[in-house]
């Protein structure tokens, strides 16, 4: 099988990106999907088989059988988040994949990719998974407004709970 024939637009397919004229996100899709997603604090690598979850679900929405044996990939991990969140909140898995995005501030890398871009995504790539984004989340997937706790030092599991919970809670 193509991966990039079949998996990769099929990755892309599940995410809900406004349209903006004729604005793409391919390029920065793509360094999404380049990079490998690796976990560092337990609970973490959870978000792999995350992963291999996906990837199942798709073959089993195709005639083939095999896909390319590579890492996870934090576009991987970033779609499947968008469907953990969608299922304790009413917003489609679609729509999260694309606030994801919106979280890292990738939402403007869009194509084509300058030098500047491309460096911004790999930077954000690099501070997402390595964790050395801020104390509040900002710079990861669930950027907090009231913390309680370092947010890289929490799972991905806790922040996203944190993130939802924040959501629901009433305005003072």
Do not use: C
């Not at 892309?12 to 899709?29: A, E, K, W």
């Not at 978000?47 to 291999?52: N, S």
């Amino acid at each position: 099988m193509n991966i990039q024939n079949d998996y990769f637009p099929w990755l892309i397919s599940q995410i809900n990106i406004p349209p903006r004229g004729n604005t793409t996100y391919n390029g920065m899709l793509s360094m999404l999907y380049d990079a490998e997603f690796i976990w560092i604090l337990s609970g973490d690598d959870n978000r792999l088989q995350d992963g291999v979850d996906l990837r199942h679900e798709f073959l089993n929405h195709t005639k083939n059988k095999e896909i390319e044996n590579r890492p996870i990939s934090v576009l991987e991990v970033l779609i499947a988040l968008s469907r953990r969140v969608s299922w304790i909140t009413t917003e489609s898995p679609e729509k999260w994949a694309w606030q994801l995005i919106k979280n890292l501030r990738l939402h403007k890398a869009s194509d084509p990719l300058t030098s500047r871009k491309e460096s911004n995504v790999e930077d954000t790539i690099e501070i997402l998974i390595w964790r050395m984004y801020e104390y509040d989340g900002k710079g990861g997937f669930f950027p907090l407004q009231y913390p309680k706790e370092d947010q890289t030092r929490k799972e991905i599991w806790d922040q996203m709970n944190a993130y939802v919970n924040e959501m629901n809670r009433p305005a003072i």
